[in-house]
């Protein structure tokens, strides 16, 4: 574990389309304001990535207004955090609008901010934290390790855990280059540990410090406006424009 705080970069989600789990418990309790799914990343130069997003089903969420405008969907610790680092309107003031489950809010439809597939959908995995960043994690499978195994598992059974195919649907987007693990490094990685499932925790642990260390390092972007930049340069580029942009967040913890 990091000594410092960690800088993660808060995405904005927009929702587009609320599950019909989800519609019922947010009807008419957010004053017209646009909500969004909050992730929070360490990654941002991946976000043209994103192929869906995760919320672990057994965690509880909030709907937190933010300004008259704007509310997030995080877990309550997260929100707090956010209104003690100048994110909300009011400094320590947290407007809870409502609770909800995270298994509702699966099937949601959200909008991936600077992703090439800019629609995505909302599903489930078995190791997010509810004790780390917003309890909201987008995927980019072809980086990240994690999201690359839970979207793979939601693939072959997607009866099994409660979603419909299509929600799952997207492919992962080549979008950082690694001299050892080519255009896809997660999925090579994944491979290379012979990891079988999101079960194999141990393994991912790994799998996530040799994926991050190589892209770091040695990756390359292949798209956005900083294609053929080290992820190195990238990446704070990226964060700074996203922020500039109203997208995303600085959030700390
Ligand atoms: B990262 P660290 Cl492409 N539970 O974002 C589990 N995982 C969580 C989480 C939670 N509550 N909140 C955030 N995360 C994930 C992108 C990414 C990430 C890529 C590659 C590696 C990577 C897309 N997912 O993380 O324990 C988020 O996934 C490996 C460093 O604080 C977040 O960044 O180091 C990362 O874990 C933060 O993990």
């Known amino acids: ?12 989600m927009e929702v587009v ?17 646009k909500v969004y799914l909050v992730a929070a990343t360490l990654r941002p130069e991946t976000m043209y990535g994103q192929t869906n997003c995760f919320v672990g089903t057994a965690i509880k969420y909030g709907v937190f207004a933010v300004n008259d405008k704007e509310a997030f969907v995080c877990t309550y610790r ?3 955090n956010m209104a003690f680092q100048g994110v909300t309107a009011e400094r320590g003031k947290i407007e809870q ?5 995270g298994a509702d809010i699966v099937g949601t439809k ?6 090439l597939n800019p629609e995505v959908y909302v599903l489930p995995m078995e190791n997010v934290l509810p004790t780390k960043g917003t309890g909201v994690v987008t995927s980019v499978p072809s980086d990240s390790p994690d999201d690359f195994q839970t979207l793979t598992d939601l693939r072959k059974k997607p009866e099994f855990y409660g979603i419909k195919a299509e929600w799952a649907a997207i492919d992962p ?11 896809m490094t997660a999925p090579a990685v994944v491979k290379q540990l012979k ?5 194999d925790t141990k393994q991912l642990a790994e799998a996530k410090e040799i994926a991050y260390k190589e892209g770091f390092y040695n990756g390359q972007m292949l798209v956005g406006e900083f294609k053929g930049e080290p992820v190195q340069e990238a990446k704070p580029k990226v964060r700074a424009q996203m922020i500039e942009a109203g ?3 600085a959030y700390a913890e």
């Open 1 to 12: 574990e990091a000594v410092g705080p960690l800088e993660y970069t808060g995405i904005k």
């Open 17 to 33: 389309s609320w599950s019909e789990a989800a519609a019922k418990h947010v009807e008419g309790k957010v004053g017209g304001r």
């Open 78 to 80: 997260a929100a707090r």
């Open 97 to 101: 609008l409502l609770e909800i489950d």
């Open 110 to 115: 959200i909008n991936a901010p600077y992703a």
């Open 173 to 183: 987007v080549p979008v950082i280059t690694t001299p050892t693990y080519g255009d």
């Open 195 to 199: 990891i079988q499932s999101q079960k």
């Open 247 to 249: 997208l995303a967040f």
